[in-house]
């Protein structure tokens, strides 16, 4: 059984940076993507930053060149490191993961979307930004 747990929300003031970390336990397999995604006032669950199993990233159009998720796979983590915050980045974000996932552009767009017990999703963190 997988499960994620996600850590390092807060509060910042916009041009601040926040790290946030997601921690991995149990077997994903060999091919498999994770990212990060966050969720702000409205239904929508919005897909931030991700990366699959050779190590290619993709992120979201807001979120370019300000964020960065890598990950150390010997201590089996998660991370988004988010600079230049802004107040429109305040949302609830959540880590998510696949197993049996190749490529991390597809796996950004439509993992919201997925349903059943391979689609693996941590507890949330809060991120607030303000002004």
């Known amino acids: 059984q997988v499960q994620l747990a996600e850590s390092g929300g807060g509060s910042v003031q916009a041009g601040g940076s926040l790290r946030l970390a997601c921690v991995v336990s149990g077997a994903l397999g060999r091919h498999h993507c994770m990212g990060w995604f966050r969720q702000g006032s409205g239904p929508v669950r919005e897909g931030v930053a991700a990366i699959d199993s050779d190590g290619i990233t993709t992120y979201g159009r807001s979120v370019r060149g300000r964020f960065t998720i890598s990950k150390d796979n010997g201590k089996r983590i998660l991370y988004l490191q988010m600079n230049n915050l802004k107040r429109e980045d305040t949302a609830v974000y959540y880590c998510?993961?696949?197993?049996?996932?190749?490529?991390?552009?597809?796996?950004?767009?439509?993992?919201?979307?997925?349903?059943?017990?391979?689609?693996?999703w941590g507890q949330g963190t809060q991120v607030t930004v303000s002004e």
């Open positions: 998510g993961a696949e197993p049996a996932c190749e490529y991390s552009d597809y796996f950004l767009s439509n993992f919201p979307d997925v349903r059943g017990p391979t689609a693996y």
